[in-house]
């Protein structure tokens, strides 16, 4: 089974993805994710002006099967939360690295991308579980 | 008769199948010295035996039945029509358990259904759970949920003195350990007082309808003020007074918790009893204990489920935010059926007959002279009495007569030494409560 990973993105082991634009850094969970989770009933969002440190957790997502933490690829403060996603979770199904974006964030501090893994790593580390 | 359902044969024969000699060899790894103590219990018994045993037991408390009761105080003595026992007797709902396996048990499924629907009713909520063990968890449960919905960010709770001294002393129990402040109970408070303690750090502030001391407070204008310091309103509400009262859902409540024992069940010498636990839409994941909810089957076909599972600790685990994964099952039963046999109508007048017999015995109790009714504030069925000798007296008297007095306040409120919680339901009659006021008459100095 072959998991969608664009190129133009990072990735935690976790399955989070973040894409970088400038300062702006774009969240969600990667299709593996959504594939494990199943139908995606309820996402619980940040409050916008949020501070969080990389590694936090800022967001849970819960399928019929279960609640799932996500937690931040990188260091930020939210500035913007799809609230689309209250009447519309199964966004996070249908469309992981577009509709079913979770949070913006400004990025502060250090993107610190070495602990980031690119798609095709991320891939490789998706065959091997 | 054998509880134990296995023939020597059986036994043998399942040993062999595992590979192991003796029962014995199973406790292996229970360290030696501590394997197979001796017990030093008495000689089996007959069930004639026991049955008379048992009996003996049982006389040894005097029946509610054979007595005037007078006292409430969160143990409510009304009246449980037959059809309540009937139905929780039978088999299927006496012996089975919260559902495992739930959707097989439609039926358990519905009738929690019911029950929750009922609740959300009366407390003016969007849902309700599937019960807890009592009141007192349900306002510690609420204290969960508070703390929750600020993130873990602020860790004031506001509890007013007049919610029952054991609901709070429960809530502190429960919540040991958890770095909380708890405040706001331990001198006199009117709802000023609670709304002064209002922080940012405040979690929840919680208030009693009608109170310990049976008042209905003003609670006008409150939710606003415990909003505005972006803290939740729990309402401690007793479901029966809210057939005749305003619904905590219209006073701005964010949660409301209570008793349910008035709903039908008997005193039972303390329980079991059933705490509700309902909420507005915005809390609802973040509740303990089960949910079901209605739907359709791939036939269109009315079906009920558990819902809302991810909360739970089967699925959520490690990051479950409650050990509760049960419910009252049989009392949330006997409260629906007593809630479906009375209908609102029949709730309003028990309600009715509590309100108008409290306020009847408080005007002869004023007539005497030597007590004093406290009528600050409007009362349900419950009313403080300011007694001109100490209540023991007074109670010792009243049981000569076959009757249960007042609560003693005292023992919970200093400054109200020599003061009885005086309650009366449907259940007292204008005799006993003529009686009650004779015998309060005569114990006058």
């Known amino acids: ?129 | 008769m054998s509880y134990i359902p296995h023939t020597d044969l059986e036994r043998q024969q399942m040993l062999a199948a595992i590979g192991v000699p003796t029962i014995e060899d199973l406790f292996e790894a229970v360290p030696a010295k501590y394997r197979f103590p001796k017990l030093d219990l008495p000689d089996a018994m007959t069930e004639m035996e026991v049955a008379a045993e048992l009996r003996a037991l049982s006389e040894a408390n005097d029946n509610a039945q054979d007595f005037a009761i007078f006292r409430g105080a969160g143990a409510y003595h009304h009246y449980s029509p037959a059809a309540v026992n009937h139905i929780l007797l039978r088999g299927e709902f006496l012996t089975a358990y919260t559902p495992y396996q739930p959707e097989v048990s439609q039926g358990t499924l519905q009738a929690i259904f019911e029950f929750q629907t009922m609740i959300a009713q009366l407390t003016g909520m969007d849902g309700a759970n599937a019960s807890h063990y009592d009141g007192a968890t349900s306002l510690a449960e609420a204290v969960t949920v508070a703390l929750e919905a600020s993130r873990h960010k602020r860790n004031k709770i506001i509890l007013s003195p007049y919610i029952h001294p054991h609901y709070r002393a429960v809530t502190r129990t429960y919540h040991q350990g958890q770095n909380l402040r708890i405040i706001g109970d331990k001198a006199a408070a009117e709802i000023e007082d609670l709304v002064e303690l209002l922080d940012e750090n405040t979690a929840m502030l919680a208030v009693a309808y009608p109170n310990f001391l049976g008042q209905i407070e003003d609670y006008k204008g409150l939710a606003d003020k415990v909003h505005a310091a972006g803290a939740l309103l729990v309402f401690v509400a007793n479901p029966l007074a809210l057939a005749l009262f305003k619904s905590p859902g219209e006073l701005g409540a964010d949660i409301v918790v209570g008793e349910g024992q008035p709903l039908g069940i008997p005193l039972g010498y303390g329980g079991p009893y059933v705490g509700f636990f309902a909420t507005k839409m915005a809390q609802i994941r973040r509740i303990a204990g089960r949910i079901v909810g209605e739907t359709v089957d791939q036939d269109g076909r009315k079906a009920y489920v558990m819902t809302l599972r991810p909360r739970e600790q089967d699925i959520r685990r490690e990051k479950a935010t409650s050990n509760i994964c049960t419910n009252q099952g049989l009392m949330a039963l006997a409260a629906t059926v007593y809630m479906e046999l009375m209908g609102k109508t029949g709730l309003k007048q028990v309600a009715e007959l509590c309100y108008h017999k409290a306020h009847y015995a408080a005007a002869q109790l004023d007539a005497l002279g030597g007590y004093s009714i406290n009528r600050n504030k409007p009362f349900f069925h419950e009313f403080v009495v300011k007694c001109p000798v100490p209540v023991k007296e007074i109670n010792e008297k009243l049981l000569l007569e076959g009757i249960i007095g007042g609560y003693d306040l005292g023992q919970d409120y200093p400054y109200l030494k020599d003061h009885m919680l005086l309650c009366t339901t449907e259940v007292n009659s204008k005799e006993e409560i003529d009686t009650l006021v004779d015998v309060l008459k005569e114990a006058q100095p």
């Open chain 1, 1 to 129: 089974m072959a998991w969608k990973t664009p190129p133009d993105l990072k990735y935690l082991k976790s399955d989070e993805w973040v894409r970088l634009e400038g300062d702006t850094g774009t969240i969600g969970i990667s299709d593996y994710a959504q594939d494990q989770l199943n139908d995606i009933v309820y996402v619980e969002l940040p409050d916008v002006g949020t501070e969080l440190q990389k590694g936090e957790r800022f967001a849970s997502v819960e399928s019929v099967k279960a609640a799932s933490d996500v937690y931040m690829p990188v260091s930020g403060t939210v500035t913007e939360v799809n609230t689309a996603l209250s009447d519309a979770p199964e966004r996070i199904n249908s469309d992981p690295f577009g509709e079913g974006w979770i949070v913006k964030v400004k990025v502060t501090g250090d993107a610190d991308n070495d602990s980031l893994l690119d798609a095709e790593q991320y891939a490789e580390w998706c065959n091997t579980r």
